[in-house]
């Protein structure tokens, strides 16, 4: 049986992978076939598994889930080009799957049905209601490559034919798009070139009853390899405009196609014609594409599937400004100034460009959004553009779990140190700016009081967190009270404890 070859690219790193084996483990251990260096991708986290003619992505009871185009993995999903496999905060965009099925050129009479049914009688609305049900997967689907597999599956079940085939023209070339096959049938299918030609160009439904004994299909040799008893071939088109074709057949006498059968197949490619073209999916993909480029940027992978999934195309979700409650966390490296004055440009930027990437991963573990960069520190807002219980929480394990990961870089040989400040309550969100460039931030009180914890109270390796994070913390956490300060902008004293330990 022939192997599909994949290839999958990383999003953050811009490399692609290619594979042509039947298995793909995919892990931060060594000795998986595709190794991502990441804390939030488990040892063992996924694999791609090829079977049946078609590849499916498995989570491994990973810590941080398998997630599907924003949906998490409970069970084994087919994939598609297009789809995105989200590994904690690693993104794989399935850019390609080869196809071992391939066109005929041979060149043969059919029998031809001319005649195509219209669209008001009884067995087109029965028809039709049957082809909705199975269709909402399809319509609430970005993938047109989904989309095609699914309508591949319903023409083969509808028919009771062992292989189905979606082809798609493209620039006046024909290309396999799809396929669905019964379990044990043979998988690589050979199209006749002559079929295709005629339902696509004349737009007319072919039909054969049985292939091997119509003296006409005696001489073509994809009909004698694969013993195709009957098969059945329609046009997709809309509007005037040919898009492609469905094609199914089978070996068994038992499944032998009729003129109802080419019926339904009209009717289904008719009703496909009419979603491809409405919502002209592709472009659609594209456009998703470049809204979570901008968006990953500045937030967890976790809200941009929520942004997506909604609708959204730009990082501001309720309105132009609203009213949230949430956590802020600003930090920042001691002494960087003093350390920049030794070092050329290129080891500065190369050190600081490493630090903030390690601090962003985090912030997105927690489901965090970065707020923004700030030289050498970092702000992050959590709760906020998206309500979120547990944001004081997050932010507090963000914060933790970023003053452990300071201790692992090292200038000049020696341990760089961060302070942090954090703390939670009400604040104005939105995207604030100019008409030629707009930036999401949170503004008011309580986002001031967490920068002056951190810039005004909090020493070189401490974390400073306000009294209202604190309430709101839940168990887990240690902290000690670290008195009373003034601090600059903020009229009456404000309350400081310190983040001592968490308790996993």
């Known amino acids: 049986m ?7 690219q990383d999003l953050k790193e811009g490399r692609n992978y290619s594979f042509s084996r039947d298995e793909v483990k995919i892990g931060r ?45 409970k069970e084994p999903a087919r994939v598609f080009p297009g789809d995105e496999i989200s590994l904690g905060n690693r993104t794989l965009k399935v850019l390609e799957i080869s196809s071992p099925l391939k066109v005929e050129e041979t060149v043969v009479d059919e029998h031809i049905r001319e005649d195509l049914p219209g669209v008001d009688t009884e067995k087109w609305k029965r028809i039709m209601k049957s082809i909705e049900e199975l269709s909402k997967e399809i319509i609430a689907s970005p993938s047109a490559e989904r989309l095609l597999y699914r309508v591949a599956e319903v023409a083969r079940e509808a028919l009771g034919a062992e292989r189905a085939v979606v082809v798609v023209r493209e620039g006046g070339k024909d290309r396999i798009a799809a396929s669905s096959f019964e379990e044990g049938s043979e998988r690589d299918i050979s199209l006749s ?68 059968d080419l019926e339904i197949l009209t009717v289904l490619g008719n009703y496909v014609g009419i979603v491809l073209e409405q919502r002209k999916l592709f472009s659609e993909l594209q456009r998703q594409m470049r809204i979570r480029e901008r ?45 920049m004055e030794t070092a050329s440009a290129e080891e500065v930027g190369a050190f600081l460009n490493d630090f903030l990437s390690a601090m962003t991963d985090i912030i997105f573990q927690y489901e965090g959004t970065l707020d923004k960069y700030m030289g050498d520190g970092v702000m992050a807002v959590f709760g906020v553009p998206f309500p979120m219980e547990a944001h004081a929480r997050r932010a507090l394990m963000a914060g933790y779990e970023m003053k452990r990961k300071s201790g692992d870089f090292k200038w000049k040989g020696e341990e760089v140190k961060i302070r942090i400040g954090i703390n939670s309550g009400p604040m104005i969100a939105g995207d604030f700016g100019s008409e030629k460039r707009l930036e999401f931030t949170v503004l008011g009180h309580s986002v001031n009081l967490a920068s002056r914890l951190q810039s005004e109270v909090a020493a070189p390796g401490e974390i400073a967190v306000g009294r209202a994070t604190v309430e709101s913390a839940g168990e887990g ?9 003034k601090v600059k902008g903020i009229k009456e004293e404000v309350e400081a404890f310190l983040l001592k330990e968490v308790k996993r």
């Not at 022939?2 to 999958?8: N, Q």
């Not at 090829?50 to 924003?70: A, H, I, M, P």
């Open 295 to 339: 968006l990953e940027r500045y937030h967890s992978p976790a809200v941009i599937r929520r942004m997506l999934a909604e609708g959204s195309d730009t990082t501001l979700v309720p309105g132009r400004f609203f009213h949230a409650v949430g956590t802020v966390l600003f930090a920042d490296i001691v002494g960087f100034s003093s350390m």
């Open 193 to 260: 070139r002559s079929i295709l030609k005629r339902a696509i160009e004349e737009r007319v439904g072919v039909l054969t009853s049985d292939a091997l004994s119509d003296s006409r299909f005696g001489g073509e040799e994809s009909v004698v390899m694969m013993g195709i008893r009957s098969a059945a071939c329609v046009p997709i088109w809309k509007g005037g405009k040919v898009l492609g074709a469905i094609y199914v057949d089978s070996s068994m006498a038992r499944k032998i196609q009729t003129v109802d």
């Open 2 to 8: 022939s192997i599909d070859k994949i290839v999958l």
């Open 477 to 485: 956490f240690v902290f000690e009270r670290k008195g009373r300060f």
């Open 29 to 73: 251990s060594s000795d998986n076939h595709l190794v991502l260096k990441d804390s939030t991708v488990s040892r063992r986290h996924a694999r791609l598994f090829f079977k049946d003619g078609t590849w499916f992505v498995e989570d491994l009871g990973s810590k941080n889930g398998t997630f599907l185009n924003g949906g998490l993995l």
